[in-house]
């Protein structure tokens, strides 16, 4: 199996070369070898049909993948009947606007813990989840797939178990995992192989299936305090986490094909691209 690089949205060079349009992403995705590219909306899907065909064609025309990001807003957990509508709202949003521009995956973060007890809120999440599986698949678009992401605070609900108990609910489900946000969760966790063959290891038992395989990556480094997630960082900022070898190691030892998305604030497209050369070094060299 092959991993697929990319970022999530525009690299500040993009339009310091004069690019206005993610229309024009994909040329020069192509152009320095990346394979993925994650559109956001994450504040908000605004986005008119014609315009997120001719997006959807233009990567199309240069084989580039496409995902895209839920807003920020869902909560699984909420208890507010106008926010649990929103959550929804922004569900059948995504799914719709993802099947216009040909996007097979949908990355959403699952919510937050409140001040409850966190099995207590995560239950809830896990049945409203299911509630919304059944309202997307009324939708009709079966090719677009809906993917909980790990998050990067203690607080939020985004824990790989809780990402997998999410996943467990339908086979269509896929895993996001945001090896950022673990570090940061974990405060600093992913430090060798091993922490990274744990998290496979949970994904191999939870799910038994090809999703274990294929699966979502978010990776960038990331800043934490004790609560979890600061920020995140471009590679070239220095002292921070987590390493991507020791998991490119393991892509090429467990023959793994994930699609890596790169959400570095400024350099997204050339951080994928450096983890691709890892990558493909190592694949190389076995
Ligand atoms: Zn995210």
Redesign the pocket.
Known sequence: MTALFGPSGNSQSFYDEGHKSTTEAPEWLKKRGLDAFEYSFGRGVRIREGTAREIGNAFVKEGITLSV?APYYINLASTDEKKKKNTIRYFTESVTAAHWMGATRV?F?PGAVGKEERETAFGRALEFFSEIIHEVESLGYEEVRLCP?TLGKINQLGSVEEVLRLCSLNRNVIPAI?FGHLHARTVGGIKSKDDYKRILDMMEEGLADERARKFHV?FSHIEYTKQGEKKHCDFKDEGFGPDFEPFAELMVERNLGPTIICESPTMMAEDARTMKDIYLKIKKAV
């Open positions: 990001h990355i973060h992401e945001d978010h």
